[in-house]
Structure formats: C-alpha cells, structure tokens
C-alpha cells in the first residue's frame, strides 16, 4: 500500500495501542530499579488507550484529522514522562500531517522527524540512551533511505530495523542500563508500538489479548473485559458512612481496590463521613451491594452507556445532553485568587497535604501516575486565578507541566513547582505565602526545594546490583535521591541505614512517612528509637498509610 487514507492510518494507530497492552508487562520488567513501581510499558499503554479511544468512533477519511484526534487523546491522557514523551512524538506526527488527507511513506518520514523534533523540544535537558534515542535515530535512518513509491508497510519495517539495533545501544549510551544489563524501557515500548502499526499495514491488526493481565492486576482484566465486551453502566452514588454499630467499618484504600478489580473510570472522594463514587462497571447492582456494607445511599444514578452510546451515534441524543447529575454545575462565580494542588498517594499524607493548605488532592504516586487530564480537571475544579502544582514526583512533572500547557482558559496562571518527592512537596507548600506575589511564591517555593534532602524504603521485586550493593528478592532497600543505599531483611534496618547516611550536623528536622504495611506496635518502637538516637532533632512521625513505600524520609 503506497498511500493510506485517515480510515487505515486509525486502523494502525489502533493496532499499535493493542499491542503495546499486549506487551506493557515485558517493558515494565525493564524498568532499571528493583522496586514494585516499574511502570514505564503501564504509562505508555495507559496513553496510548487514551489515544485509541478519541478515535475509535471516528469517520473521516482524512489523515490529517485522525492523527489530530489520535494526538488530543494522548495529550490529555499522557502518564508519566514515558507517556508524555510519547504524546509528543505524536504531537508532532499530526503537525508534519497537517492538511493532508492521504498520505505516503515519505509523507510519514517526514512526519516522523516533526515528531522527533516536538519531543525533543518538550524535555528541558534530553537524556541520550532514552526513547528519545530511538524515535531520532529510527526516524533518521526512515528520512534517509524512503524513497519515491515505497510502500507504507516496507518504510515502517526500516524504521523498525534501525529501533532495534538503536535500542540494543542504548546500554552504551545509559551506563546504568548496562550496569543493570537491560535495555530503555521507553525505546522498548516505542517499538511495541511500531509493530502494531507494521502489523495492520500488512493485514494482520493486533487485538488486545485479556490474558495479558495477570492475577496481580485485576484492575487491567476487569477494565478491558468490560471496555471490549460492552459499554457497561455509568454508576454514581454518595453515600453516608456508618453507624459502626450497624456497618462496616470503611478502609477507603481495600474499598477502591475492591471497585478497580469490577470496572474502570473510578474516583473516590471522601470528605469525612460522607463518599462520593464514580465508577463505570458491568454489574452495578454488585457494586451498590458493597458499597451499603459500609453505609447508606444518599443519592444513586446509573446510566446505561451502551444504550446511550447507541443514541450518540443514531442522532437520538446529543452529546450536550449527557450531563451527569453528580456533576457540579459550570462555576460563574469569580476566580479564586490562587489555589495549592498536589499529589499524594496514602490518606495520612492526603490528610497532612490538606493541613498544610493545599485545596485540591490528585490521587497518584510511584505506582500510578496521573494522567495530564487528571490535572485539568483539578485546575478547573479549584477555580482559582492562580494556581501552583506540587507533582511530588520526577515521573510526573511532565504530565503537570502538559495539563498546564492544553488548559483551554489561558487566563489561569498554572505554576508547577519541580517537586519530585513528598517532603519536597509538603516544605514548598510550607513556604507558600498569600501576601506575596505570584511569581515571588514561585521562586521562593522553588528555591526551598535545595533544602530538603529526600530517601525512602521500599521492597526489591527482583535481585540485582546496583553501586556495588547486592540486593535479593524481596529484600527492603535503603534509597537515597535515585541511589540505592543499602538492602536488609528488615524494613527497620534498612531505615536506620538510610538515616545514618542522611542526616548530618547541619540539619535539623527529620520527617517520616510511615507506610500502610507498618502496625502500630512497629511505630511505637520507631518512635521509641528515633527518640533513642536523634532525640537532639525536631523529629516528626506522620501515619502516611502510602502503599509500596514502608518509609518516606525527609530530611531539612
């Protein structure tokens, strides 16, 4: 096929989603940390979903329009810096197409190398040995050698020779790839994404494969299941907890695991003893079941998304009338002169966050980024003329920086503040203050974040070495900045070993984080020993109940 119109390049690009799903585990295990949050291949295939879903339904038999739409969706839906990465290439793929309705493997070449260019601009300080490497080196070599009347399926499998042997690289490029003795993650997930447009070019488009999730991510059966099969049922409720004498008591966290695992699309939002739930799911009636074990139903709205989906399409309803009741109404009255929003995973920080001032949580961390949508809807939410952005997390900065760049109302002022860890996050919001101007509360907020030192502890997924410490299976490791310290038996070793290492003569106060796996006879004894051999330091202790981390240390 010498020339593609929009109908066969939505044909690829949905291919492509597929198989990378199909594959995100094998990227993930690339990921060079032995920690349970390796979600490189998770980030890319969440982003690339985002992306096959704005097309799916779509008609036009332009190129042009369907990498448009197939670009809207990534940008919104970008996770991580794989994922945003990955948005941008596309970003740039539909401005080299722009205007054009057909397309030919130099039309794609040259497409290429504008995305190549768009991402490249998108890092602050690219990083060679990375996805980037190979999405400019394949596109290159595709520049290169396409020539006149070449067939789109054979100037994809020239870009595909060059991404691999460009890929296998990238450990002389990164010394910590070799160190670990893997390949980049997201040069490994780009690929993915190429053989599924290579597959669909020559007749054989890559379907999801439900097998890829695994009984250790239920959430990935269960939301793919019901996405593939049918549109299932938009279930919304608010619900008041207790009383305890006659309910359950209510763990938010095992309450959203429990609804990730029976459908898709979820929040939860707790405001003391009141719950707010959104979720799309098959079998509504077994969620409400759950959900009255922990209280009583304040308000219930389901809406059938197959029937509704179907009157989309015949012109029966239209798109301005699907209008969630739970939904709040547009907000006409003025802005908010400024307004905190960060990330945090865990309801003790969540809690911590709120005290300190912050107006509005995204839900996210290590093991699952926020998507750049997630923080649009944050901002339009706090309603707010200025408003400041704690990631509090290297992975995330760029899908916060993304929803700063696409928020459609250019007179909000989005300021992200580089935070990459949670202490970082809670000193800059310490040092907020609303007398000052805007741009002073960034830079003074900014500047704090030299002050903090961060580590924390966390459990190894695998063995390996890495700066000379051998780490084994399921060892606890000691991680200072991006170095790991130390890996013991014992999650309370392996913190003294990180405090040891840590504080010095010139700080001052120690903060720590104390994860969902630890009991409270385990923190009576942490304080008892903190007290024991730092009693000279303002020490603060704070129930954060965050997953995967048994310790976050912050340091000042």
Do not use: W
Not at 235 to 264: Q, Y
Not at 274 to 283: G, Y
Not at 462 to 482: F, L, P, Q
Not at 488 to 499: E, V
């Amino acid at each position: 096929m010498k020339v593609i119109d929009g109908q066969t390049l939505k044909g690829m690009l949905i291919s492509a989603s597929n198989n990378l799903y199909n594959h995100y585990p094998e990227v993930d295990a690339l990921n060079v940390f032995p920690v349970p949050d390796g979600d490189t291949g998770m980030n890319m295939n969440l982003t690339m979903t985002s992306g096959a879903k704005e097309i799916q339904n779509r008609g036009e038999n332009s190129c042009s329009e369907i990498a448009k739409s197939f670009s809207r969706g990534l940008l919104m839906g970008a996770r991580g810096n794989s994922g945003v990465i990955t948005s941008q290439i596309f970003r740039g793929f539909y401005q080299g197409l722009d205007g054009k309705a057909e397309i030919s493997a130099k039309d794609f070449a040259a497409a290429m190398q504008k995305g190549v260019e768009v991402a490249y601009k998108a890092v602050i300080k690219p990083v060679e040995g990375t996805i980037l490497t190979v999405v400019r080196e394949a596109s290159q070599y595709l520049f290169d050698h396409v020539q006149d009347g070449m067939s789109l399926s054979k100037a994809i499998r020239l870009f595909l020779d060059e991404a691999y042997d460009s890929l296998n690289r990238t450990p002389e490029l990164l010394p910590i790839l070799k160190e670990v003795g893997v390949v980049d993650s997201g040069g490994a997930g780009l690929i993915k994404i190429f053989e599924g447009m290579e597959s669909a070019l020559t007749g054989n488009p890559v379907e999801r494969n439900q097998a890829t999730a695994t009984e250790d991510n239920p959430l990935i059966a269960a939301g793919s299941k019901m996405e593939n099969e049918e549109f299932g049922y938009c279930t919304e409720f608010i619900m008041s907890l207790g009383p305890d004498t006659v309910k359950k008591p209510f763990d938010e966290k095992r309450f959203t695991n429990h609804l990730l695992a029976r459908g898709n699309s979820l929040v939860v939002v707790r405001d003391e003893d009141i719950v707010k739930v959104h979720v799309h799911t098959l079998n509504p009636g077994n969620v409400l079941n759950y959900g009255q074990q922990f209280g009583e139903f304040l308000k219930i709205k389901i809406e059938n998304m197959t029937e509704q989906h179907h009157a989309l399409e015949t012109g029966a309803l239209k798109q301005e009338d699907v209008t969630p009741d739970l939904v709040e109404e547009e907000d006409n009255a003025p802005l908010n002169p400024f307004a905190l929003i960060a990330v945090s995973s865990g309801p003790g920080i969540e809690k911590h966050f709120k005290e300190l001032g912050v107006d509005e949580i995204v839900k996210g961390g290590q093991t699952m980024n926020p998507s750049a949508e997630d923080f649009v809807e944050a901002i339009k939410k706090v309603h707010a003329q200025t408003v400041y952005i704690f990631p509090n997390n290297s992975n995330i900065l760029m899908a916060a920086a993304q929803a700063a760049d696409v928020i459609e109302d250019k007179s909000i002022n989005v300021y992200v503040i580089p935070t990459k860890t949670i202490p970082q996050g809670m000193t800059a919001v310490m040092t907020f203050n609303p007398e000052e101007s805007a741009e002073d509360n960034f830079k003074a907020m900014k500047s704090a974040l030299k002050n903090v030192k961060s580590g924390e502890v966390t459990f190894a997924i695998r063995d390996t070495e890495m700066n000379g410490v051998s780490v084994k299976k399921d060892d606890y490791i000691a991680i200072s900045g991006k170095q790991i310290i130390s890996a013991h038996s014992n999650k309370f070793d392996a913190l003294m070993s990180l405090l040891e290492t840590m504080v010095s003569d010139e700080n001052y106060l120690i903060s720590i984080l104390v994860g969902a796996d630890v009991d409270e006879k385990e923190k009576e004894q942490l304080k008892a020993k903190i007290n024991e051999l730092y009693g000279d330091l303002d020490c603060e202790i704070i129930d954060g109940g965050q997953p995967v981390y048994s310790f976050i240390v912050g340091i000042e």
